[in-house]
């Protein structure tokens, strides 16, 4: 696990204090837990494993909203009606 938050995170961004990493690391934790895919996991984010992939949507309904986490370095996609 260490090697994924140093490749993913601490190699791109400039750390400048102790609260900076606290909160740095606290959102790309809650972003790697929650919405990240795993590939050992079936392409499921941890959160969830116990209940199973979210039902299919048809994206055709929906727009698309991006939402950067961490400046943009990476980003979660969801459906706004």
């Given at each position: 696990?260490?090697?994924?938050?140093?490749?993913?995170?601490?190699?791109?961004?400039l750390i400048?204090?102790?609260?900076?990493?606290?909160?740095?690391?606290?959102?790309?934790?809650?972003?790697?837990?929650?919405?990240?895919?795993?590939?050992?996991?079936?392409?499921?984010?941890?959160?969830?494993?116990?209940?199973?992939?979210?039902?299919?949507?048809?994206?055709?309904?929906?727009?698309?909203?991006?939402?950067?986490?961490?400046?943009?370095?990476?980003?979660?996609?969801?459906?706004?009606?």
């Amino acid at each position: 696990m260490i090697g994924t938050p140093r490749r993913e995170l601490l190699d791109r961004v400039l750390i400048v204090n102790e609260r900076h990493l606290h909160r740095v690391v606290t959102v790309y934790l809650s972003h790697f837990n929650a919405c990240r895919p795993h590939r050992s996991l079936a392409q499921l984010a941890p959160a969830q494993v116990e209940s199973g992939p979210p039902e299919p949507i048809n994206l055709a309904d929906y727009k698309v909203r991006r939402r950067p986490i961490l400046r943009g370095l990476t980003s979660e996609y969801h459906g706004a009606a």
